[in-house]
């Protein structure tokens, strides 16, 4: 099995900054992309940003471009968000997401970690 774990998460105020980590660990052959999701209460779980291991290519939602940035290490399977700038609407549990290929030749899986929350509030 492949696990997903957090850290990171806190309140902080407005302006504020967070670094989110993200390992993956187990049965591991290859990850094609990791990501950072996020759901605030209420709301559906949306895309903050993510990243082809492959390529280095980043993608990001319009609403953190220019205050988020993703990060990634292919060594040690391991994504980092950056959040600079809070905003309490960024109050939200987030998640990360990996596409794993757990042996040669099979096909990529998605797996999600547990998420950890943040909350940006003075």
């Known amino acids: 099995q492949v696990q997903l774990v957090e850290s990171g998460g806190g309140l902080v105020q407005p302006g504020g900054s967070l670094r989110l980590s993200c390992a993956a660990s187990g049965i591991i052959f290859r990850i094609r992309a990791m990501g950072w999701y996020r759901q605030a209460p209420g709301k559906q779980r949306e895309l903050v940003a993510d990243?082809?291991?492959?390529?280095?290519?980043?993608e990001y939602a319009g609403f953190v471009r220019g205050r988020f940035t993703i990060s990634g290490d292919n060594v040690k399977n391991m994504v980092y968000l950056q959040m600079n700038s809070l905003k309490p609407e960024d109050t939200a549990v987030y998640y990360c997401r990996a596409e794993v290929q757990k042996q040669p030749l099979q096909a990529y899986v998605e797996f999600w970690g547990q998420g950890t929350l943040v909350t940006v509030s003075s």
């Open positions: 990243i082809s291991t492959a390529t280095g290519i980043t």
